[in-house]
């Protein structure tokens, strides 16, 4: 009777959505996509086809030899002497710098030039060891991180991934060396998370060797400090297909020492405050047109693909700040005794540890995935790097937030210093691309990808396929996994056909106008991130096990067990009609509020 009732409402599904199919057209998204047309090399853009990707799970990347394994050891030892006898995360936040003998020592140690190669006097770090030693300032001190992450992993990232030979041996030596500091010019103030809508404008000059640049830009970390400026800006270009000149976006490589540039006052702030933010501004800059990094009107591409190349190492950096607050916490729990107990023994502290060594371990796992599948040269990252990002700056705020809970009083005061993490984390959900409008990039491109199978299926192909997915999990593993992680494995290849036919669903239903659908497109990013903390998870703890560790498969069971209750109430929410209708409810009184410019509500006891 199941399956009778079950085959009636593919039939159902069929008959009522032939129609509508017909009349799809390809999904318009507000993203840009990068290799759009490219064969799918990506885990995270399979889930969305009902494809479990094992080439990109299995085995879970082991790519450092032992001589790379020695160097980031002896790094890392050599770094956490740095942390803890010369650094002071205290007074730097208070003090809102970092004093010059600081800046020498991490100069000496190499740490503005990670992973620049030799030939330019960095010390060439693959993806990984590089993620393995951002842990350290994720353990010490964040905003120290920012400055640092600000001028290699985003500054200067540019001339590493698109400059020329010339521009490469001009600034890479100074740049790795930290003897001039670097900074990523994109924001501007009325030009945020739509960074195609930048003012800044730069023309070429009549003799064609400079072009002029004038605009401005805000919340420029290293923005005060920095000599070199990656800078983005309007520039006249002609459009290949129609031949007109139109206004497209190019990166230039700025120097300070061109003139035309300045910076406004440091900018106070809720944390990081160690790091230099600033506003910068171009007046009149003259910028020789050999300057130009990448081609003239292909700035766009740079930007997001200096962004997306430097998302990876923000999961590693705070795995340090998880595993550190994990052993605040413990050590609390474990010494704090109330009403007879310890803390520990009580089932309400043991659950909070358990969700923060679930978030971390989750968070780990992807993070050290996507740098590991980036140095075995997977030509295809954007979705997870999204994916990283938003899980462990969320999953990082959940931690400190319960380690805060954890310490009651004394994790409030400002001495225990747990609130300083608090602020610092604030703003990793914000920078390099908001989790708000990344979800919309994880969820819009994965309903691109669906729109394209549809067309090229056409309309009873697309819908047989549907039909026939619908009862059918993704196809069974080719790699032998561990017995213990057998459920796990059910529920994740359950789970991706589940998500997939239920996504295809409604962009069946929707059309065009699933760009609108926001709070559906949240859902849709928060089940895709929970498949892939999942597969993560298993991979992960799968090939430890065949190592003949054991230990870690009772965390992967349990994340995806959790997982796997989430994305059921997710899944089924993108198709209940009930749950659409509260939805519009809580939307509408969003819109009355705006309208109002404020509360709604009048007070209870009317004055």
């Given amino acids: 009777a199941v399956v ?5 409402g593919s039939a159902s599904l069929l008959y009522k959505s032939t129609k509508a199919l017909r009349a799809y057209q390809p999904v318009a998204v507000t993203c840009k996509r990068y290799l759009a047309d490219a064969p799918n090399t990506s885990f995270a853009r399979g889930i969305f086809l009902g494809e479990l990707r094992e080439e990109e799970l299995f085995p879970y990347p082991d790519v450092l030899n032992e001589e790379q394994k020695e160097t980031i050891s002896m790094m890392m030892e050599a770094g956490h002497s740095f942390f803890q006898e010369t650094n002071d995360a205290t007074a730097n936040d208070t003090n809102e710098q970092i004093p010059e003998d600081q800046l020498d020592q991490m100069r000496a140690l190499g740490m503005y030039g990670l992973m620049v190669p030799e030939e330019y006097g960095g010390i060439a770090l693959t993806n990984t060891m590089y993620a393995k030693f951002g842990e350290l300032t994720g353990e010490y001190d964040l905003g120290l991180g920012i400055h640092t992450g600000a001028h290699q992993s985003i500054g200067y990232k540019g001339i590493l991934l698109y400059g020329n030979e010339e521009q490469k041996e001009k600034y890479l030596p100074s740049l790795a060396s ?48 920095a000599e070199i400026f ?14 007109e000149t139109k206004d497209k976006i190019t990166a230039f490589i700025v120097e300070r020492a061109f003139g035309g540039v300045s910076h406004g006052p440091p900018e106070k702030k809720m944390g990081i405050k160690c790091s230099n933010t600033a506003e910068v501004y171009f007046e009149n800059c003259e910028i020789p047109v050999e300057n130009v990094l990448g081609e003239v009107g292909g700035g766009f591409k740079v930007a997001m693909n200096i962004l997306n190349n430097g998302r990876f190492g923000m999961g590693a950096c705070l795995t340090g700040t998880m595993r550190m607050l994990i052993a605040r916490a413990t ?7 109330q009403f007879i107990s310890n803390l520990r023994e009580y089932q309400g502290i043991q659950q909070k540890i358990a969700r923060m060594n679930l978030l971390c371990y989750a968070n780990e796992s992807m993070a050290y995935m996507l740098c590991g599948n980036m140095d075995r040269g997977a030509p295809e990252y954007q979705l997870e790097a999204a994916i990283s990002k938003i899980f462990a700056s969320q999953a990082a705020w959940d931690v400190c937030d319960e380690t805060i809970q954890i310490l009651g009083g004394a994790g409030f005061m400002k001495d225990v210093g747990i609130e300083r993490w608090m602020r610092d984390l604030r703003i990793f959900r914000i920078f390099e691309g908001t989790n708000d409008i990344l979800k919309l990039f994880i969820a819009l491109n994965g309903v691109q990808d669906i729109g394209k199978k549809f067309k090229s299926a056409g309309t009873v192909g697309a819908m047989m396929g549907l039909a026939r997915s619908k009862f059918l999990p993704a196809a069974p593993l080719k790699n032998k996994v561990h017995s213990d992680l057998s459920s796990s494995v059910d529920m994740l290849r359950g789970d991706i056909s589940k998500f997939s036919v239920a996504v295809s669903e409604q962009v069946i239903k929707h059309k065009k106008k699933i760009i609108e659908q926001q709070v559906l497109l949240n859902r849709i990013a928060d089940v895709a991130i929970l498949l892939q903390s999942m597969a993560s998870v298993i991979s992960r703890s799968n090939t430890v096990a065949e190592k003949g560790d054991t230990s870690e498969i009772a965390l992967a069971n349990a994340w995806c067990a959790d997982s796997h209750q989430r994305i059921k109430i997710l899944i089924e929410e993108m198709g209940d009609s009930d749950v659409t209708k509260v939805d519009d409810a809580v939307l509408d009184v969003g819109k009355m509020s705006l309208d109002a410019n404020g509360y709604l509500a009048k007070s209870p006891i009317g004055c």
Avoid at 230 to 243: E, L, M, N, R, S
Avoid at 331 to 337: L, Q
């Fill in 4 to 8: 009778s009732t079950q085959s009636t």
């Fill in 178 to 225: 930290g003897d001039v500091f670097a900074c990523f010019c994109l924001t501007e103030p009325s030009s945020g998370s739509d960074a195609s809508s930048i003012k800044t404008r730069a023309v070429l000059n009549e003799a064609g060797t400079h072009y002029v640049m004038n605009g401005s830009k805000i919340w420029i970390s290293n923005g005060g400090i």
């Fill in 230 to 243: 990656t800078v983005f800006a309007q520039t006249p270009a002609i459009d290949a297909k129609t031949g």
């Fill in 331 to 337: 050590d609390h729990a474990n010494n704090r005794k």
